[in-house]
Every structure is written in C-alpha cells, then in structure tokens.
C-alpha cells in the first residue's frame, strides 16, 4: 500500500494540486464544507431520533428533509478527501489520526448500512412521538459519537507527522 501512496502523490495531477498556491486550499475548504453538511443533517436526524428535537415531526419527514443534504456533504467529502489524500498520500498513510479517521469512517459507513438494513425499514410506522425503536437510537447514539470522532481527528491530522 505504501508504494501505491508514493506512485499516487508522484502523479502530474497530484503534484500540481499540492503546488498549487490556490487549489489545494480551495479543495479543502470545500472538503470541510463537505463536514458541515454530512454532520449537521446527521446530527439534526440522530438528536431526532433520540427524542432531543423536532419532536413535532416524524422521523421519517426529518430523514426526509436532512439525507440528502448529508449525502451531498457525504459526495463533497468523498470525492475531495480523495483528491486531498492524494497529494499527501505518503504523510496521510502513515499518520496514527487519518488512519483512525479512516477507521471511524468506515464505522460510520457500516452503522449506516445496519440502520437502513434494521431499523429504518419500518420508520413510518414509529409515529410522531416517543416511538423510536431502541435499536434506532441506539444507532443514532453510535452515529453521533463516530460522526464527531471523525471530525476531531481531522483536526488532530494536522497536528500529527507521519510515522515513516
């Protein structure tokens, strides 16, 4: 993997982006932009389920209105996260915090798939109220905290070397 990482950064496209005075930063902004989007429609979809808000609507109605703004954060992310990763794969491979990002992440994604597998197949038949299987909140639960785990080592990446 290590040398796939030194190929990928090498590349004429990967090497321009990290040059760039302009781009590299423009895609991480966007990058982040991404973060908002993803987490907040989660976070307003698990407090939902957990009974913490917007208890004047259904769970459905809310998943409704917050997934695909997640699932464009979600795209955003992907698809600059990629981009970013390759003009540093080398640093980002070997860091202790985008390898436990990727993690999480890939936590995140599996508690997704559980959720819409499980729980989620039945949301219009949860009602209004305080209805919400504990299986679903224990899904919004999970959710918040890897959602959030993932944001924090974004953070904790740039402040971390790599460990080649």
Known sequence: ???FCHWLQSTGWAVWIKESFNVFPALYVLHI??????????????GR??????RSRSVSNVSDLTLPWAKVGFGLNFTTGFILFAAHAVDM???TAFRVKMLLVIGAGLNILLFHLTSYRYVD????????????????????????????????????GSQE
């Open 49 to 54: 389920m957990l009974g913490w808000w917007i």
């Open 33 to 46: 932009f991404g973060f908002i989007l993803l987490v907040t429609g989660t976070t307003i979809l698990d």
């Open 125 to 160: 038949e949860w009602g209004q109220r305080d209805q919400t299987p504990a299986s679903a909140r224990t899904t919004a639960i999970v959710s918040l905290i890897l959602w959030f785990g993932i944001v924090a080592m974004s953070r904790v990446i740039g402040f971390t």
């Open 93 to 95: 491979y070997t860091n």
């Open 1 to 3: 993997m290590l040398a």
